[in-house]
């Protein structure tokens, strides 16, 4: 059913891109060249990400290739997300593709030896089990199998980047972060005038600073066509709702997670999950430090001239350019909302929950 909607939705899925290093570094000393004569250009997305993720962990990741058997026949594209667990510790999700809830080849444990991340475990595939051994040198993951079949693969990382990252607002949007002040911005419960927002501007995005409270938009909202971009940090050691947690919540009471739930299994408390309502139909967070993006529309409950509610509010969300719910039903408020009357407008309300998670170009579109 998962794949079904996936190849139903092809327009969204990432844009997997395999240039390696020495391309992408080409690319972008060619754009600091024009840039002279052509003005101020983007960062290459690939590269920054690929600077983020390896300045954090150079093992960590997205890991792409093919495995095959000892006789040389081919078994076709293995892929692996790999995790930071901190203290030298990790864990390799071995799948067949990307962006699956189907069973794992493997779960693998792995630890750093000086330059070297070693794995092993268990693996199944259709019928047949094996151990695999494995490791992580030089840019490049590689390994073997034994047991009922013998083989061995390789693989190369690999950068996936969401389709609408970078994406710029369209005529008519109303834009809430420009990377450059917090003007459309105040700290939730907060009188006026005290409302001040205390957040950090960081390299054109806006960064929480724990303990100083959530924030929310002055203007109010109903219906919308929400973009908003955000990388959750580098915290290792941290587990659960400690990683990287915040969240985006609709008309201040709707949220959508934020949260470093890469390679995890996607629940409703996780990464593209509405809070304790609805689990996304495919686990799409992409590993810490990288940019991801939103994609949301939003429409608000209805409610007849006696104030009955007559159909309950619904987000489709589109994580990193696959659709992980489509017209889910909220029907109330998730936990930690701003409460208040489900009849009224409300805000886009951004989440405090004690971690450096980051946020740039938001804009919305009413409907």
């Known amino acids: 059913m998962v794949q079904e909607v996936i190849r139903k939705n092809k327009e969204y899925r990432f844009l997997i891109n ?18 002279s004569c052509a003005g101020p250009l983007a960062v290459d997305p690939v590269l920054e990400a690929r600077t983020a993720i390896e ?25 692996t997300q790999v995790i930071a667990l901190g203290k030298g510790k990790y864990r390799a999700k071995v799948l067949g593709e990307f962006d699956t809830r189907e069973e794992p080849i493997a779960v693998l444990e792995g630890r750093r030896d000086g330059a070297v991340v070693r794995f092993t475990g268990p693996g199944r595939y259709e019928y047949t089990e094996f151990q695999i051994e494995a ?7 590689s390994g073997s199998f034994t047991g009922d079949t013998v083989g061995s693969f390789a693989l190369e990382r690999v950068i996936r980047i969401s389709p609408t990252l970078g994406e710029k607002p369209p005529k008519g949007a109303i834009i809430l972060f420009n990377g450059k002040d917090f003007k459309e911005w105040k700290h939730t419960n907060k009188k006026e005038g ?9 390299d054109g995005a806006m960064r929480v600073k724990p303990g100083t409270g959530s924030i929310i938009t002055r203007k109010q909202f109903t219906d919308v066509r929400l973009h908003v971009e955000f990388r959750t940090p580098f915290m290792p050691e941290a587990r659960g709702q400690g990683r990287g947690n915040s969240g985006v919540y609709l008309q201040g009471r ?20 509405i809070y304790k309502v609805g689990a996304p139909i495919v686990n799409m967070c992409a590993p810490p430090t990288q940019w991801q993006t939103y994609d949301i529309i939003f429409r608000a409950p209805r409610f007849d001239g006696a104030g009955n ?8 969300v589109v994580h990193n350019g696959v659709k992980v719910h489509e017209k889910t039903e909220a029907r109330g408020p998730t936990t930690a909302s701003l409460g208040g009357k489900a009849t009224e407008p409300g805000g886009i309300y951004l989440q405090d929950h004690g971690n450096l998670v980051q946020y740039r170009n938001i804009w919305l579109v009413e409907l």
């Open 18 to 35: 395999r240039f390696k290093i020495i391309t992408m570094v080409l690319a972008f000393v060619l754009s600091v060249l024009l840039s």
């Open 55 to 79: 300045s954090a962990d150079a093992a960590m990741g997205d890991w792409e290739g093919s495995w095959k058997l000892e006789d040389e026949s081919d078994l076709g594209q293995m892929v």
């Open 135 to 141: 490791a992580i040198k030089d840019g490049q993951f």
């Open 194 to 202: 005290e409302d001040e927002v205390k957040w950090e501007l960081v």
């Open 254 to 273: 709707y949220e959508v997670q934020v949260l470093d739930s890469y390679g995890l299994e996607g629940e409703d408390n996780e990464c593209g999950g």
């Open 309 to 316: 509610k007559v159909s309950e509010p619904t987000l489709t």
